[in-house]
């Protein structure tokens, strides 16, 4: 085997359709993943901004909530919903990507959110409130802040 991949720490495993295997130890990877937060995430916080910018006020992960929506209006009933392309499967570049190792764990693990996801906005609607998803992608392109003004300005929409 190639001393350059060894160092590296990249082996590349012909056995599995030359599929590579991770370059970081299990507890490093375990520590990256810990790393990883459900709550003001940069994305969330760059949508934040903008409303704030807008002028407009509103509540965080409301627990009482199906879903514990990231940013809620509740005079308006509405949520925004501020989603991880990876974690959410969203149908970009970022959500089609699938992990090299662990594949059938994090597979199950994906589609559990994107399972959880479709629940929980059912529930809002059934309680009386419009949901709006902003994917990760999107943030931060120009088209972001007229969506947020529309969702926001329109007396129902979805």
């Known amino acids: 085997m190639d001393s350059g991949a060894q160092r590296s720490g990249i082996i590349i495993n012909l056995a599995q359709n030359s599929q590579m295997t991770d370059v970081h130890s299990r507890l490093q990877r375990s520590r990256n993943m810990a790393a990883v937060r459900s709550e003001n995430t940069d994305p969330e916080l760059q949508v934040r901004k903008v409303l704030h910018k807008l002028g407009y006020r509103y509540r965080l992960h409301v627990r009482n909530l199906p879903g514990t929506p990231d940013i809620v209006f509740p005079r308006r009933r509405k949520v925004i919903l501020v989603h991880g ?50 994917w990760e992608c999107a943030v931060g392109k120009s088209t972001t802040e007229a969506k947020l003004t529309q969702y926001l300005t329109h007396a129902k929409s979805k």
Request: charged fraction near 30%.
């Open 85 to 134: 392309c990876f974690w959410h499967m969203h149908n970009c570049r970022k959500g089609k990507s699938i992990p090299a190792t662990n594949s059938e764990f994090w597979s199950r693990k994906r589609h559990n959110t994107v399972k959880r996801d479709k629940r929980d906005i059912k529930a809002l609607q059934n309680l009386g409130w419009s949901v709006l998803t902003i």
